[in-house]
Every structure is written in structure tokens, then in C-alpha cells.
């Protein structure tokens, strides 16, 4: 009879469990937490929790002869002009996996010499800083702007990928781009991908 028992408790006590994790997998699809973009900002976390409309679009303009693509997450709330960051991305090429350097700059437009990426940073005061000049275009003037982007991923419907830099501002129309620096470090996204390419 103790057999009968210890065997109908184990019967007992495994439907259980499998009723449990039947009900955690069909109650609990997989979350669009899986999107992110997190990073420091002179030490500190930030982390966005992206969902598929954050799409990273990767498109050609005929007119420039270009590639380009926008890197973007907005804060919980934000109105588009206070608590974003972006990276805006150019290449003569079509994206491939690899790192990008601000500083190599893209040829566009035909006379124009570009950055290869642009770094933008919103705080959630809408304060604005950038990485975003060329050494190239100022060789008597310091300029400091740096940054990279290396593409680790590059799916069907999906891509991932790490990136620093380092951004100068807050930004005024009157005074023009600010002195301090936010050192963005340990960069890192996962998003939805729509490639829009001929």
C-alpha cells in the first residue's frame, strides 16, 4: 500500500509539472524584450527595450550613390527630440558584417566627403550631443569625434551588433556645440532588420 501511494504521489507530482510548463509556454510567448540597444554613458547604464517597429532599415539613395541606415531607440515616452540615441550609418558598399569607423568617411553626392557614421545622443532634458565632424574637414582644428560600429549580425529579419564613441555638447543654436564629453562605451543592440535595397 506505501508503494501504491509514494507511486501515485510521483504520478501526482509530475502531471503537475507538466501542466505547469505547458501553461508558462503557451501563456507566455516569447517577449519583445529580445530588442534592445544598451550602453554606458560615462560609466552609467542606459537600456532601452526596443519592440519590432524600432526596425533598423537598411535603403540605397540613387542620388548620392549610398548606403544608408538609422540605428534608433527612443526612451519609454519620449517625443522624439529628448531621450533617443542614434547612429546614422553610411557606406559606399553594400552593409556587410564588420566594423565601421566615424573617420574613414563615405564619398556622396559626388563632391561631398561624409562621415561614415553620425552618433546621436538626446538626454531625457532634450539636450543634444553629437559625434559627427570629420578630421579631414577642418586639419587646422581639433577635432575629437570619434566612434565605431561593428555589425555582428546581419539576418533574414534581423540584425545585431556593438558600438562606442564619444559625443561633445549640449548643442545650441546660439552658442553652438558645448565642450562636454559623454564617453559611450560597451555599446550593444539586437533589432528587427527590413532590408529596402534594388
Known amino acids: ?16 509539472m507538466q501542466l505547469l510548463t505547458s501553461c508558462s509556454k503557451t501563456e507566455d510567448p516569447a517577449p519583445e524584450a529580445d ?18 517597429y524600432h526596425a533598423v532599415v537598411f535603403s540605397y539613395d540613387a542620388n548620392g550613390g549610398i548606403f544608408s541606415s538609422l540605428i534608433q531607440a527612443l526612451g519609454e515616452g519620449s517625443t522624439g527630440s529628448s531621450d533617443f540615441f542614434s547612429i546614422t550609418l553610411w557606406s559606399e558598399e553594400v552593409f556587410e558584417e564588420r566594423t565601421y569607423q566615424l573617420q574613414e568617411g563615405v564619398r556622396a553626392y559626388e563632391s561631398s566627403f561624409l562621415p561614415s557614421l553620425i552618433f546621436s545622443r538626446s538626454d531625457l532634458q532634450g539636450n543634444m ?11 587646422t582644428i581639433s577635432v575629437p569625434d570619434n566612434g565605431s560600429l561593428t555589425l555582428t549580425h546581419i539576418g533574414n529579419d534581423l540584425i545585431e551588433g556593438t558600438f562606442e564613441a564619444t559625443l561633445f555638447g549640449p548643442i545650441s543654436p546660439s552658442t553652438g556645440r558645448g565642450d562636454t564629453e559623454l564617453k559611450i562605451t560597451e555599446g550593444s543592440f539586437r533589432m528587427k532588420l527590413i532590408v529596402n535595397l534594388p
Do not use: D
Not at 530588442?35 to 519590432?52: H, S
Not at 565632424?133 to 586639419?139: D, G, S
Open 35 to 52: 530588442y534592445f540597444m544598451k550602453f554606458r554613458i560615462n560609466g552609467e547604464w542606459v537600456e532601452y527595450r526596443l519592440r519590432e
Open 129 to 139: 550631443y553629437n559625434a559627427a565632424l570629420l578630421q579631414q574637414n577642418y586639419p
Open 1 to 16: 500500500m506505501n508503494r501504491i501511494v509514494k507511486k501515485i504521489g510521483l504520478v501526482f507530482f509530475l502531471a503537475t
